[in-house]
């Protein structure tokens, strides 16, 4: 059997929720919506927050919380075949309980570790390296192009940080955002990407500032272009508004 | 707001304040307030890098670059013939919300030269420090100097509002000091150390009664030091680093590469800034903080400066050959951080590790210990994979693999003045 899910973390955890119902002896593959092919038979599992829960709450309780929290970041690192890898993960997971965690020299818990590791990593990276503009309006807007699935983990540290701000985080990659609008953060669909963007009349101004600010602080007698690359990759580039211009990458 | 009259000062200002390099955001949970802007991030974020590679995570400038003191080694010095500036503690505040809305910053670190006399200038930056947490209700990190020579008082009523003071020594020593900074003496750089310490110490007694005991400085206090200005041993400065860890309870030491920015009769002819020298303070530095070393054990009498072609705890490792190789599946967490090629990281790793199992060679790199290093100073399984241990042999090979790598010695300097 084919189990095939929405794309989502809640509707993966509901495929291998029927799937372990199902027996997991008759489970040749879990995959995204569209991504099946015509041959095999295939089941359609639309995500379910009883069933995710399910899991997770065992998940919890017998394996304890980082077990959750390395199986949601190494789900948003979008690796090839994450489906059956998870899926081995969390029933390596139930089987062992406990000590699970102590398991690091096991390849497969391993792998998944380090996935959660590229997101977390990524989550922290673009904490500092996203950049709001000021539009028309007030409200802040973010583009980000992440290479893992972290707009979603990020958006929680901005509702503190940001609180009585209205603003977005747009993932232009995969087209989805938060938007936050002084109450509460929700994931949202946004399939049609504007080229520009109508920004505030002191945007410019205070982008210019920041830029010039960025130009004086290098000091030049220790220039070091390896090394800031190393920290400030150039994939992030275009969406850092001091370096995307391309005047300090001389 | 005149926008090129504000560029033209921040441009002055921050110039002027980029040979401080202190820019670490961590250690404050300050929290946000309803209706308020910012928060503290314990771990710190970076926003930026600048060309330099230097993290850039708050908004580092001077209120001021007027200055009554005439420090041989500083750009700022009063003989000195530069342009001058001054921010109003409103223009500050102003500019540091709107760059921490646009998540350029993390907050706030304001220095200063000393504006008409210590007492005037620290009050100008409480009323700073002030502004932006009554009437901006700004939460995020606000970092300033304690200018030397304040009176206590003032220091106390600034560590109030900001998450971390530094008070910088700059130079390692009374002689250096009466020679470069004559200005300054090693006790009015003391006594706001002190007074910032003993606000802490008081804060932790209150926090013990009453959750809600006001904040003083809850990142800690830090200072910093100038590599290479005067002949100092690296043995001093460490030793100095150490005592002031102990002593003073800073939170970090501060090491600067002495850019020869100034020429003065008392100051050295240096070309180029002892970069290397600097890399190898930090690397001893992170071996007082983190791996339990002594500044002792480190550099001795007999040699009182670093290596520069081998990092200090390698060194360390091949001065005591009689404590090596350790069994990986046998050695305290404490011996495991002495090894070169493991960190604190992956000592954590191992201890957890092998609670479930045996480890074997193998399952040691997927762990991240760096083998190439490591595998001269341990045994795993009661198997030793180095190919021989004596020490002359091990510095050979730990030399080669130092200059393959990424980390060469000579890379430090790639670039500079090109």
């Known amino acids: 059997m084919i189990y095939v899910y929405d794309g989502s973390f809640f509707g993966y955890l509901s495929a291998v929720f029927d799937a372990w119902h199902d027996g997991l002896q008759h489970t040749e593959d879990i995959c995204c919506d569209g991504a099946g092919d015509l041959f095999g038979r295939q089941q359609y599992v639309p995500a379910d927050g009883v069933k995710a829960k399910r899991i997770l709450d065992g998940l919890q309780a017998q394996c304890g919380g980082k077990t959750c929290h390395f199986l949601y970041y190494a789900f948003l690192a979008e690796q090839p075949q994450r489906e059956m890898k998870l899926l081995q993960y969390i029933r390596q997971a139930f089987r062992l309980k406990g000590e699970f965690l102590h398991h690091l020299s096991e390849p497969a818990v391993w792998e998944v570790r380090q996935w959660a590791r590229k997101t977390g990593n990524e989550r922290h990276k673009l904490l500092g390296l996203a950049r709001f503009q000021e539009l028309k309006g007030g409200m802040l807007y973010c583009p980000l192009a992440p290479t893992c699935c972290v707009v979603p983990v990020m958006a929680p540290h901005f509702v503190k940080r940001l609180g009585s701000e209205e603003w977005v985080i747009h993932d232009r990659r995969r087209r989805i955002g938060v938007y936050y609008d002084r109450r509460e953060a929700v994931l949202v669909d946004i399939p049609k990407v504007l080229q520009r963007v109508d920004v505030s009349e002191q945007e410019e101004e205070f982008a210019a500032l920041w830029k010039q600010y960025y130009r004086t602080i290098a000091i030049a007698d220790r220039r070091n272009d390896p090394l800031r690359r190393q920290f400030m990759p150039k994939k992030y580039w275009p969406y850092i508004i001091e370096v995307r211009d391309g005047e300090n990458s001389r | ?418």
């Not at chain 2, 974020?45 to 003191?69: E, F, P, Q």
């Open chain 2, 1 to 418: 707001m005149k926008w090129d009259v504000m560029q033209k000062k921040l441009t002055i200002l921050s110039d002027a304040a980029k040979y401080d390099v202190s820019c670490s955001s961590s250690g404050s949970r300050r929290e946000n307030k309803a209706g308020g802007i910012g928060n503290g991030a314990y771990g710190g974020i970076c926003h930026t890098w600048s060309a330099d590679g230097r993290c850039v995570s708050l908004l580092k400038i001077l209120m001021t670059n007027y200055c009554i003191y005439d420090c041989a080694y500083c750009v700022n010095r009063r003989s000195h013939e530069t342009e001058r500036a001054m921010l109003s503690p409103e223009e500050i505040a102003e500019l540091t919300v709107e760059f921490y809305r646009r998540n350029y910053i993390e907050g706030l670190f304001l220095s200063s030269g000393v504006y008409r006399s210590p007492d005037e200038t620290t009050e100008l930056l409480i009323r700073t420090a002030k502004t932006l947490r009554e009437e901006k209700n700004f939460n995020g990190y606000i970092h300033m100097k304690g200018i030397p020579g304040t009176d206590p008082r003032l220091i106390r009523e600034l560590g109030k509002y900001v998450d971390r003071m530094s008070v910088n020594i700059e130079l390692p020593s009374s002689a250096g000091l009466k020679l470069l900074a004559p200005q300054k003496t090693k006790e009015n750089i003391l006594l706001p150390m002190r007074e910032i310490r003993s606000g802490i110490a008081e804060r932790k007694e209150n926090r013990k009664a009453s959750r809600k005991a006001p904040a003083f400085v809850p990142a800690g206090q830090t200072t910093q030091l100038i590599i290479g200005a005067t002949p100092d041993s690296d043995r001093t400065i460490l030793r100095l680093s150490e005592a002031l860890y102990k002593q003073v309870e800073l939170k970090r030491v501060y090491y600067s590469a002495y850019v020869p920015a100034m020429t003065g009769p008392n100051l050295p002819a240096l070309t180029q800034p002892p970069l290397l020298r600097e890399h190898r303070l930090y690397q001893a530095d992170w071996l007082l903080r983190y791996y339990q070393f002594s500044a002792d054990e480190i550099l001795t009498d007999a040699e009182p400066d670093f290596d520069l072609h081998l990092d200090p705890k390698a060194c360390w490792a091949l001065r005591h050959p009689e404590i090596f190789p350790v069994e990986i599946n046998k050695a305290s967490y404490h011996m495991l951080l002495r090894v070169p090629g493991i960190g604190v990281t992956s000592a954590r790793r191992i201890c957890a590790a092998r609670r479930s199992a045996w480890l074997s060679y193998d399952t040691l790199r997927r762990l991240g210990i760096v083998l190439k290093r490591a595998k001269y100073f341990i045994t795993c399984r009661g198997r030793f994979y180095g190919e021989s241990d004596r020490p002359d042999y091990i510095r050979s090979r730990l030399l080669d693999a130092e200059q393959a790598g990424r980390y060469e010695p000579m890379d430090l300097f790639a670039g500079v003045n090109s």
